[in-house]
């Protein structure tokens, strides 16, 4: 199986990318967030994170394997957990992800069905499945994608995820709790231990920023 592929962007479509590698070009599909991304690269060396599966009815002998790319770990997992959804699939999923994976992880963790409904080929139950599912798995997403950090500025998620329970267990709101641990990680320290990060957090609030 590919699990990356990395080579000169060739060209960018509304659904997919074309990437030169060695002696091959290959037609990686890209949902629209991953698209938006790419399209002031061309001509530039990438490297897609990608997903493969098979389009087509075996009943037919009609069987193509196709790859999706994507520019982090952190979306390729996003857009599994999505896929994973009953009704959803690879081929609605890649139609549905206009918006970042920040923004549809925040839709999710916070019950919003309105928001996530408005997403192209997601209707008012898949929303609530989707919300239903994968709620309680949102929170890394909705607090690290909403840019690629450098690695030095990048938490351990379990330090983020178990600080983010805690804020909430001293009574902080999901998006307050969210907001004062991006406050702190968007700079280059890294944070071992929820401890470290805590501390941060209220030496950062104590000081007024």
């Known amino acids: ?3 990356r592929i990395t080579g000169k ?8 990318a074309t990437i030169e ?4 070009e290959y037609e990686v599909f890209v949902p629209d967030f991953v698209r938006r991304q790419l399209q002031p690269k061309v001509g530039e060396t990438v490297s897609l ?17 196709r790859m999706i790319g994507f520019l982090s770990d952190v979306e390729r997992e996003f857009f599994d957990m999505i896929c994973s959804v ?8 890649l139609r549905s992800m206009v918006r970042p994976v920040r923004e549809v992880a ?11 409904s408005a997403l192209p080929g997601i209707g008012a139950a898949l929303a609530e499945r989707i919300i239903a599912k994968l709620r309680r798995k949102m929170t890394k997403f909705a607090l690290m ?3 690629e950090l450098p690695p030095e ?46 501390t941060e957090i209220y030496r950062v609030e104590h000081s007024g920023g």
């Open 153 to 198: 500025a990048q938490s351990a998620p379990d330090v983020i995820t178990v600080t983010y329970e805690a804020l909430l267990a001293l009574g902080h709101s999901s998006s307050d709790a969210r907001q004062k641990i991006e406050t702190v990680t968007q700079g280059k320290k890294k944070f071992k231990s929820v401890e470290d990060l805590l």
């Open 49 to 65: 994170r990608t997903i493969e599966y098979i389009e087509g009815n075996p009943q037919q002998g009609r069987l193509t394997p």
């Open 86 to 93: 009953d009704g959803v699939g690879v081929k609605k999923a």
């Open 1 to 3: 199986m590919i699990t």
């Open 9 to 16: 962007l060739i060209h960018v479509s509304e659904t997919e």
């Open 145 to 147: 994608a909403s840019k």
């Open 106 to 116: 925040v839709c999710i963790e916070e019950q919003d069905a309105k928001g996530l």
């Open 21 to 24: 590698a060695g002696a091959f």
